[in-house]
């Protein structure tokens, strides 16, 4: 098969457009043809490799992807599975429970004992093929975009279990985005909309932020003109704070906790200016707040949220699609924010 790979990490002049043994499926896993990948940013932070990532190189980025099912080795017994066949059009779910640890048995399969992440530390979706356990797929209607279904994929269960389960978010309540063009920053404006929320989104770009206001932001704050934008946050809220707030950026964490009512939720699922950064500890106490992690979501919220796609509740925000061999250009757009929502891969 044809695939984007790299043999060592580092910038995109590492990644190959090149021939790739085709994977064959284990028992219980489907091989599927892909017409479609969505990027990722941790696809770039694997790429550049982190001490402590081992991974079997070569090793191909993606963690979403469409397509066609080809091939199924011993499917799982009937009503085990989806009921998914060979010739079913598919959309994967990048989350890798492994099916039998105390969390999975729960149900609660983000918190696997032996989790993995499809391109992560198995090789992804930047492919002509990839072989995943029949239980991560999701069935598509005939008529359902490829590109629409492998952009939905990560970002909406992400933004769901972190607004709906972790967050709790109510529709009377009023949430905060940082950050106005990421793929879960969008999904997350359409989500807290879908709930009926109040949704303000702080972003530096004036044309990003009227994206934002186009899918569904009530109240729109540029940074690039407010340095404390916090402040701005408060005056658009009454002087009242907001209930949640949705910080995926790290250093802005600060800011994020002075916008917050007395007992409201942080919750973050990544840090798009680094890991590392310093928080006041007299704001998480005083203010009796809760900051909220999370990565991915379960196997039965990842149903419920592409349930809400397949159905127009939720429309994925489409940014820009490469043929699988710009891999490399696609990859610097999404580094450098240049995006607004999505950015696929055309596999032909
Ligand atoms: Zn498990």
Partial sequence: MKAVLFRAH??????????????????????????????????????????GLKLELPHINGADGAGEIVAIDSPLPEGEGLGVRVGDRV??????????CEFCLEGKDNLCANWHLLGETVRGTYAEYVAVPIKQLYKLPKDFDYHSAAAAALVYQTAWHSLVRRGN??????VLIVGAGGGVNTASVQIAKYIGAQVIVVGSEAKKLQM????????????????????SVFLATNKRGVDVVVDNVGATFMQSLRTLRKGGRLLTVGNSAGPK???????IFAKHLSILGSTMSTLGEFKEVMDLVINGKLQPTMDKTYPLQDAASAQER??????????????L
């Fill in 10 to 51: 580092g910038g995109p002049e590492v990644l190959e457009y090149t021939d790739f043994p085709t994977p064959e499926p284990k028992p219980g896993e489907a091989l599927i043809r892909l017409h479609a990948a969505a990027l990722n940013r941790m696809d770039v932070l694997v790429r550049n490799g982190w001490p």
């Fill in 91 to 100: 959309v994967i779910n990048a989350n890798l429970g492994c099916g039998s």
């Fill in 169 to 174: 978010l109510q529709r009377d309540e009023t």
């Fill in 212 to 231: 934002a206001k186009s899918i569904g932001a009530d109240i729109l704050i540029d940074r690039s003109k407010e340095a404390d934008w916090s402040k």
């Fill in 277 to 283: 950064f310093e928080i006041d500890n007299r704001y």
């Fill in 334 to 347: 999404l580094w450098k924010h240049e995006n607004f929502g999505k950015i696929t891969l055309d596999i």
